[in-house]
């Protein structure tokens, strides 16, 4: 039986998830390697290959979702980078917009640009802004640039001259004489990468993209590697920002598109099971060891938003409230995220206020009831001591914990400093937990003018299904989706989607006065680029499909709203229908007066499986080594209901039929909790769901 291998590495966990094409599962999970993230990798592999679960020529396509993009920009680790610039635009990098993620702090700093103006180097040349060369490329300036930045030790050296989205040409010969100066030299053109209008958002996006391509490359190659040593030579493919997949030479140039590919499989996931659920709408709630993530899911479909910033924080959606890291423009899942994990740490602020996060734990040394060396309590520890988690191991057995170690560091750094009972202090770091995580699904919902209450909340993670009941019903909403593998859900979810490839380029024409036959060919040209790409993925022509968008504003205004392009009457006319209505409903107003103008046009390639990548249902195999849940535990749910005896059971023990709470659903990579006054059954596709006791007393 062949298998289909998803991996997504998180901050505390490294999860694995083999799919077979009749729905058979088989999961395993690992503690993530920081030093080494592949290390993680070829252990959890191994162990089940030693177990006879699987075996590596089996598997027949391998796909990744990493961090290490992310890491390398974060951890400021990414290679010397080298920018070549027009004259009289060397500071845009540092000029940046005028953006600032907190008011009225006038010790905020910008970050540091990744290029330090020594780096920054300006060409003699000029392009105007519809493509025509006004001043030729000076070449003696050119090189003089050039041999400045490889005097400086460069890794690598980004391209971006002043209105290169409309003609490359010149940035093509500054590649060229990098090529013949320094050949092996990784060089990233503006004009290729994202030939679009706005000067600061290209050159921060070539930049970053520089920045991160030797360190993404050489990750990609040495996981490659380690697979094949361990018997795995199926292709491997990465997970895009976007939620799609593309392959690693793709990958290894363009890696700017994976900086949230972690959690985009996730919300992947969610959009699936929706389809399934006849397009129910889903806030995919998605908690693990570090962070805690939400989005919207409606009608089988997630939103996209073009843009992301990394390494300014943890980003609750506030649109206006940003400038705190370094601009990507590249089509990424809306998602809103606060430092709220399992592993986030527990502290008390100089006023007694209890804190949670955005410092965690991580793998190492973890929550103090892992035995690790950590001292310092973390949610996870006050979900021991509730009687959420169990008390002596997690993930099937594989992960022993020592629940004195959790009482003991809650008892020392919360209840007694507050002077609070045990529990009463576990239970306050809890309700704080969920309040923080709150504000990520009020930013995907209340703060976007969507009522929780007419959505289900899909809880997954290692941690999700622990804390839904609580969060739903502080937010009204009464009905809690649990996916079968919530803990690996995200890995799962991976397996889903398929190869994608995002084109863009501008197109500024006004609507009313737009040409049919040049915008038929500049689509033309970008879905060109795209089967170009699929081909080189191995996709036929028959199994290519393209997606075209446009991105509309008012003209004068300074941001555009995207859209699909229906195919079902002349373009200029449905444009103005649906750009009015989709300005209506994100700004609550539209004008018929005003003059819409397109200013860029979007193509999606996306490459289609022979074989259907979703199963009709699941069957998941019991874990290397787990244990079967048993018996019987006392939980503390807070003041409500006090410490009342739960019972432990499985997934399977759940049937068709409602049964009644308190319970403790136990797998191998999470818990349930079904709190007293609510109820569960399992539905299709091995899903849990919960509903929520009333507050008037009424099912």
């Known amino acids: 039986m062949g298998y289909r291998l998803g991996i997504d590495i998180g901050g505390t966990f490294t999860d694995l998830v083999f799919l077979a094409p009749d ?21 959890g592999l191994s162990a089940v290959f030693a177990a006879g679960q699987a075996a590596a020529d089996a598997i027949t396509q391998v796909v990744h979702g990493t961090t290490v993009a992310t890491n390398a920009i974060l951890e400021g680790k990414g290679a010397r980078v080298g920018l070549l610039t027009t004259e009289g635009f060397r500071d845009v990098l540092e000029i940046r917009r005028l953006r600032m993620p907190v008011l009225y702090d006038i010790n905020w700093q910008k970050p540091k640009p990744l290029v330090d103006r020594a780096r920054r180097q ?238 965690s734990a991580g793998a190492m040394p973890g929550p103090a009831c892992y035995g690790r060396g950590g001292t310092q309590p973390t949610v996870t520890d006050a979900n021991v001591v509730l009687g959420f988690v169990n008390p002596a191991y997690l993930a099937g057995g594989s992960i022993p914990i020592d629940a004195e170690l959790s009482r003991r560091a809650i008892a020392e750094h919360v209840a007694g400093p507050l002077g609070l009972e045990l529990e009463a202090a576990a239970w306050g770091v809890h309700r704080v937990a969920n309040a923080a995580m709150a504000r990520a699904l009020r930013a995907v919902s209340t703060e976007r003018g969507r009522d929780p209450r007419d959505f289900s909340v899909l809880a997954f993670g290692g941690n999700g299904p622990i804390h839904a009941a609580a969060l739903a019903a502080s937010l009204d909403v009464r009905r809690i989706l649990i996916p079968p593998v919530p803990g690996l859900f995200s890995a799962l979810g991976m397996l889903f989607p398929d190869t994608e490839h995002h084109y863009v380029r501008t197109f500024k024409h006004r609507l009313d006065a737009l040409d049919l036959a040049a915008l038929e060919a500049a689509f033309a040209m970008l879905e060109a680029e795209g089967a170009r790409a699929l081909a080189a993925d191995a996709y036929a022509a028959s199994a290519m499909r393209f997606e075209r968008l446009a991105d509309l504003r008012y003209l004068g205004e300074n941001s555009e709203l995207t859209l699909a392009l229906r195919s079902d009457g002349p373009a200029r006319d449905v444009l103005r229908v649906d750009f009015d209505a989709a300005h209506e409903a994100t700004y609550g107003y539209h004008s018929a007066d005003e003059v819409v103008e397109i200013v860029n046009l979007r193509v999606v390639a996306r490459g289609l499986s022979s074989a259907p990548r979703v199963p009709d249902g699941l069957a998941v ?55 007293p006054g609510a109820r569960v059954r399992r539905i299709l596709w091995d899903v849990l769901e919960i509903e929520l006791a009333d507050p008037r007393g009424a099912r």
């Open 621 to 675: 195999s019991a874990a290397l080594g787990a244990r079967a849940p048993e018996g019987k535990r006392r939980v503390h749910f807070g003041p409500d209901h006090g410490t009342l005896e739960a019972q432990v059971v499985g997934r399977r023990a759940i049937g068709a039929a409602w049964e009644d709470g308190p319970l403790l659903i136990e797998e191998y990579d999470s818990t349930t909790v079904v709190p």
């Open 23 to 43: 729905g058979q599962v088989l999961t395993a999970k690992v503690l993530s390697t920081p030093d080494d993230y592949s290390r993680g990798i070829a252990e």
């Open 122 to 359: 300006e060409v003699g040349e000029r392009i105007d802004a519809e493509g025509r060369v006004e001043r030729p490329l000076d070449i003696a300036t050119a090189e003089a640039a050039i041999d400045v930045l490889l005097a400086e030790g460069v890794e690598a050296i980004a391209i971006c001259l002043l209105n290169a989205y409309a003609s490359g040409v010149h940035e093509e010969e500054l590649a060229a004489i990098v090529a013949r100066r320094a050949p092996g030299i990784p060089v990233c053109l503006s004009s290729a990468l994202l030939p679009e209008i706005k000067e600061y958002e290209r050159t921060s996006t070539t930049v970053v993209n520089a920045y991160i391509v030797p360190v993404v490359s050489r990750y990609l190659r040495l996981l490659t590697g380690g697979l094949a040593d361990l018997g795995v030579t199926a292709p491997l493919q990465v997970m895009q920002s976007s939620g799609g997949a593309m392959g690693v030479e793709a990958a290894s140039t363009r890696p700017i598109h994976l900086i949230e590919s972690g959690p985009a499989a996730g919300v992947v996931g969610a959009a699936e099971l929706s389809r399934r659920l006849d397009g129910r709408p889903l806030i995919a709630f998605d908690m693990g060891g570090t962070t805690a993530k939400a989005a919207l899911v409606s009608q089988g479909r997630f939103d996209r938003v073009g843009s992301l910033e990394v390494g300014g924080g943890i980003n609750v959606a506030g649109r206006l409230l940003n400038g705190g890291g370094y601009h990507v423009r590249a089509p990424a899942i809306d998602i809103a995220e606060v430092g709220a994990g399992g592993g986030s740490l527990v502290r008390l602020d100089g006023g007694g206020g209890l804190r949670i996060g955005p410092e």
